[in-house]
């Protein structure tokens, strides 16, 4: 594990801090391109448009006949082939952000942490605490940690809790610097900026993380096994059966027998 100095406010060493390897010893420069690639291409406005046939101004009247006059047949004034007319498969608005996957964008960002720790640019302070929220203070502690020399302003990303009042107040107006916090730490910045001020709190917040043993992690539940209790099944009453009597036999055939009994007595008459 790499061990990298505490400093105070006043660059005076306080302690020193162990960097997992893990997060801060791994550099790999084809994903840190592709990473800056994702980012920068997430942020294109995209709102660049060309006008085509249907949008550019003028007449759709055709302008001569077809045949006849020895010109060229033409069928619109705002055909592509005249002068200001439409383009032809111009550029359209779009959105040009595209999906990069979340193990990759973390790997980026501890390669982007290494090589500032390597570079030695990467400074740890025990806290960032100012009494009140003056510019004037907060480039003093700039250059007491060496980072402002002659009137020469690194740039310089700062990462801490943003529920430091004093410290956004009295970084805002100062160029070159942006405070920020763990959580909305990003690959760009990282790059952007020359110098990386971060606290102990959020070195360790950041190590936990990024660190690849707790990507994917759940917190384990217990399961519980909960059985419903076997309900009896309800017998089904069974319906009960028709009686079938001889006198309900007796009228189911009476109709039957009394149509044939009137047919053959019509038969009889007529003969």
């Known amino acids: 594990m790499a061990s990298i100095d505490i400093h105070n406010l006043s660059g005076a060493k306080v302690g020193s ?4 390897d893990e997060v801060f010893g791994a550099v790999n420069e084809d994903l840190l391109w592709e990473a800056v690639k994702h980012y920068r291409a997430a942020h294109r406005a995209g709102t660049h448009a060309t006008k085509n046939k249907k949008l550019v101004s003028g007449a759709g009247k055709k302008l001569w006949k077809q045949k006849g006059t020895g010109r060229a047949r033409i ?21 040009w952000s595209y999906q990069m996957p979340k193990k990759m964008r973390r790997g980026a960002l501890r390669s982007a942490l290494s090589e500032r720790l390597r570079e030695g640019n990467l400074v740890v302070i025990d806290e960032f605490s100012i009494k009140n929220p003056k ?16 009137k020469a302003r690194a740039k310089t990303l700062i990462v801490d809790s943003l529920d ?7 970084s805002r107006n100062v160029q070159k610097t942006k405070v920020t916090n763990s959580f909305g730490l990003n690959i760009y910045d990282v790059i952007y900026h020359e110098k990386l001020l971060i606290t102990k709190a959020a070195a360790e917040e950041l190590g936990n993380l990024l660190d690849p043993k707790n990507e994917g992690a759940k917190a384990a539940v217990p399961e519980v096994e909960v059985k419903a209790e076997a309900k009896p099944k309800a017998k089904k009453e069974a319906k009960p059966k028709a009686e079938v009597t001889e006198t309900a036999e007796a009228e189911k055939k009476a109709p039957k027998k009394a149509v044939k009994k009137a047919v053959k007595e019509e038969a009889a008459d007529n003969e």
């Not at 510019?135 to 002659?150: H, M, N, P, R, W």
């Open 164 to 170: 430091n009042a004093n410290l956004v107040l009295s």
């Open 17 to 20: 801090l162990e960097l997992a």
């Open 75 to 95: 069928a619109s004034l705002r055909s592509p082939l005249w002068k200001g007319g439409g383009n032809v498969h111009g550029p359209q608005p779009r959105d």
């Open 135 to 150: 510019t004037k203070d907060f480039l003093t502690v700039l250059v007491s940690l060496g980072l402002i020399e002659k």
